[in-house]
């Protein structure tokens, strides 16, 4: 996609239909509209306690390929990948107990997080006769057990991640998302009056990339040298475009539980209720992910767990069409969008030419996502017989993912891998 800049209240129209169109020539569609989830799927609990298992799975990819992974699970739960949203306030005293049933020792780091403990004693890198075995206490293989605690950082978007063998384990998947909120404030980023957010459009996207070839290695036990890895697969939240689209908890999807598709209403600006939603940015990889949605920018207003502000609190955030994402970076954003032009079909009809035919058609020539009319809320026109149409009630879709277009490809097929999609819905929504 280039990277084409739009003023960020104008209608993205033009944007949606370009990206309808590549949507429609490159890949495999899903028979619905873009399943919507509302809210953050976060594990939290009164007692900030959280027991977490090591161990391995399996995932799926969209062009069929079935990748070994490792991972944090809850202990009562099946594999995942990544491991479980935690949520906490900030100041509270958090505990993770870690369970090991990999074949080697394993361990988790809380980068900004306060006064981390292991079993007791302040957390402590770890090392034998060879040098450096671990960032932190590590739990042994097989059945070994670390409790962690540690003080929640200022409220921000974190990893948890592996300390132990970095290279090969955080590539093998061992990640998660901490989300830190402010306490009492749920539904503000961070501490900051203006930094509120629908709490119903709150997102995490936690970037990642695998290569097959380490994991299979791994898996058979074979050596391999984890400087010669070369990614092939782009994940956000464990899953690749389409799969990334579709609902939190999608059956078919049972252990990469979380979507990404950010689902939102126009923006109304003086309306209290009307909230911009938030994307929580992670990188948890080991290159930059420089990560675009098409047709708006958004606002940058935490950065790895800190506010965006000058000197005395003055307000520093930024509006952003890239958002370069660097290896263990955060990055928490506004997002909204305006409906600029107003169109209604009754009392403002903006008359529209429709684009032909072929540019309202996807692959294999049943299906479209255009809702004949380039204006959120549109009704469609006439449809031609035998086509699909799978926009539901004139809602836009635009693109967002890698500006590294190698990152937005499965195993080297485009329009894949680190993309997702924004939807946007008419004021009165969308039946479900
Ligand atoms: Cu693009």
Same mark, same amino acid.
């Given at each position: ?88 306030? !900030? %100041?509270?005293? =958090? ?6 049933? +990999?074949?080697? #020792?394993?361990?988790?780091?809380? /980068? *900004? $997080? ?47 991640? !592996? %300390?132990?063998? =970095? ?6 998947? +061992?990640?998660? #998302?901490?989300?830190?909120?402010? /306490? *009492? $404030? ?247």
């Amino acid at each position: 996609m280039n990277p084409t800049r739009s003023p960020r209240f104008t209608s993205a129209a033009p944007v949606v239909l370009a990206v309808a169109i590549v949507v429609a020539l490159t890949m495999p569609m899903p028979s619905a509209a873009a399943a919507t989830t509302d809210g953050l799927p976060c594990e939290a609990n009164s007692a900030n306690t959280f027991s977490l298992d090591a161990k391995a799975g399996y995932v799926s990819t969209p062009d069929g390929n079935s990748i070994y992974m490792w991972s944090y699970s809850s202990s009562t739960k099946a594999f995942q990948l990544p491991g479980p949203m935690l949520c906490v306030d !900030s %100041g509270v005293t =958090v505990t993770v107990v870690l369970h090991n049933t +990999l074949p080697e #020792a394993t361990s988790i780091v809380f /980068p *900004g $997080q306060h006064h981390q403990r292991a079993n007791g004693h302040p957390a402590q890198p770890q090392a034998d006769t060879t040098g450096l075995t671990s960032l932190t206490d590590a739990a042994a293989p097989l059945t070994g057990s670390v409790t962690y605690t540690f003080t929640a950082g200022s409220p921000g978007t974190y990893l948890y991640e !592996s %300390g132990t063998d =970095v290279a090969k384990q955080r590539e093998m998947g +061992l990640s998660g #998302a901490l989300v830190v909120r402010p /306490p *009492g $404030q749920p539904d503000h980023a961070n501490g900051r009056a203006d930094s509120a957010f629908d709490l119903n459009r709150e997102y995490v996207y936690l970037l990642s990339e695998v290569d097959p070839d380490l994991h299979l290695a791994v898996e058979r036990k074979r050596a391999f040298d984890v400087t010669k890895t070369k990614a092939r697969y782009f994940f956000i939240n464990g899953r690749s475009m389409p799969d990334t689209i579709a609902p939190t908890g999608a059956a078919w999807l049972p252990n990469q539980p979380y979507g990404s598709l950010v689902h939102l209403k126009p923006f109304v600006p003086g309306d209290p209720d009307s909230r911009p939603a938030l994307v929580r940015y992670l990188n948890a990889g080991s290159v930059n992910y420089p990560f675009h949605p098409h047709g708006n920018d958004q606002r940058v207003i935490t950065e790895d767990g800190q506010p965006v502000q000058g000197a005395g609190g003055s307000d520093a955030s930024y509006d952003k069409f890239l958002i370069d994402i660097g290896p263990g970076q955060s990055a928490d954003t506004l997002d909204q969008w305006v409906d600029a032009e107003h169109w209604n079909g009754e009392t403002n009809p903006i008359p529209v030419p429709l684009p032909q035919l072929q540019d309202q058609i996807v692959g294999p020539g049943t299906e479209t996502w255009f809702s004949e009319n380039p204006y959120l809320g549109g009704q469609p026109g006439e449809v031609p017989a035998g086509v699909v149409r799978n926009n539901q009630c004139g809602e836009y879709y635009m693109v967002a993912h890698s500006h590294a277009l190698e990152q937005a490809t499965n195993y080297g097929a485009s329009f894949g891998g680190m993309m997702t999609l924004v939807r946007i819905d008419p004021a009165a929504g969308c039946p479900s």
